[in-house]
C-alpha cells in the first residue's frame, strides 16, 4: 500500500509531540488521521502504524479493537451508533433500536444497501439523563422517539439533516424545534 505523503506529514508531525520513549502514544491520533482518509485501519495500515509508532501488529489490533471510534472495515455514509445501556434501554432505547434495524433493515454490523447507513451498538454513549439516544457519524440525538428516528433518518436520506442536539444541564426536551 502506498501511504500519501500528506499522511506521512501529518504522522511526522503528530509523533514529534511525544518523546521517543512514548512514541507509541501517537497511535490513537494517527490512527485517526488514518481512518479519516481511508475510511477504516486496512492490515495495510496497520503495518504502517505499527512502523510509524515502533509497536508490534498485536499491539496495534489490540488498540483498533479496543475503541468503538475506531474502524476495521468501511462503514456507510452515515454511521449510527445507538446507545444500548441500561439507562437508554429503561428509557424506552429496545424500542427505538428495534424500530431503527426494521426501518433501515439492517441489524447491528451491517451496512445499509446503498451504503447510505451502518449500524452499530455501543455500550454508553455518556448522554445518559437524555436518553435513548445516538450518535449519526459525529451528530449526538437525544429524547428519542419512533417519531424523532423516523425524521432524522428521513433527513440525511434526503441531504437536508436535523441539526444534532446540545445536552442542557436541565432535564427536559433538548430537541426543541426538532419534533417530528
Given at each position: 500500500m502506498?501511504?500519501?505523503?500528506?499522511?506521512?506529514?501529518?504522522?511526522?508531525?503528530?509523533?514529534?509531540?511525544?518523546?521517543?520513549?512514548?512514541r507509541e502514544?501517537?497511535?490513537?491520533?494517527?490512527?485517526?488521521?488514518?481512518?479519516k482518509?481511508f475510511g477504516?485501519?486496512t492490515?495495510d495500515?496497520e503495518?504502517?502504524?505499527?512502523k510509524?509508532c515502533?509497536v508490534?501488529?498485536?499491539k496495534?489490533r489490540?488498540?483498533?479493537?479496543?475503541?468503538?471510534m475506531?474502524?476495521?472495515?468501511?462503514v456507510g455514509?452515515?454511521?449510527?451508533?445507538?446507545?444500548?445501556?441500561?439507562?437508554c434501554?429503561?428509557?424506552?432505547?429496545?424500542e427505538?433500536q428495534?424500530?431503527i434495524e426494521?426501518?433501515l433493515?439492517i441489524?447491528?454490523?451491517e451496512?445499509t444497501?446503498?451504503?447510505?447507513?451502518n449500524l452499530?451498538?455501543?455500550?454508553?454513549?455518556?448522554?445518559?439523563?437524555?436518553?435513548p439516544m445516538?450518535?449519526?457519524n459525529e451528530d449526538?440525538?437525544?429524547?428519542l422517539?419512533?417519531?424523532?428516528?423516523?425524521?432524522?433518518?428521513?433527513?440525511?436520506r434526503?441531504?437536508?439533516?436535523?441539526?444534532?442536539d446540545?445536552?442542557?444541564?436541565?432535564?427536559g426536551n433538548?430537541a426543541?424545534?426538532a419534533?417530528?
Open positions: 502506498n501511504i500519501p505523503p500528506e499522511l506521512d506529514r501529518k504522522a511526522e508531525e503528530i509523533i514529534f509531540r511525544y518523546p521517543n520513549e512514548h502514544s501517537a497511535l490513537v491520533p494517527l490512527m485517526a488521521e488514518a481512518q482518509l477504516a485501519i492490515p495500515v503495518t504502517w502504524l505499527a510509524m515502533g508490534s501488529l498485536v496495534v489490540e488498540v483498533l479493537t479496543f475503541y468503538s475506531m474502524r476495521a472495515q468501511p455514509k452515515f454511521l449510527i451508533q445507538y446507545c444500548q445501556n441500561i439507562a434501554c429503561l428509557m424506552g432505547g429496545e427505538i428495534k424500530h426494521d426501518k433493515g441489524r447491528p454490523g451496512t444497501k446503498d451504503g447510505m447507513f452499530r451498538c455501543v455500550e454508553c454513549l455518556g448522554g445518559c439523563a437524555w436518553g445516538m450518535l449519526v449526538q440525538y437525544f429524547q422517539s419512533v417519531e424523532r428516528v423516523d425524521h432524522i433518518l428521513d433527513g440525511f434526503n441531504g437536508n439533516p436535523v441539526p444534532p446540545q445536552p442542557t444541564p436541565l432535564l433538548v426543541e424545534g419534533k417530528a
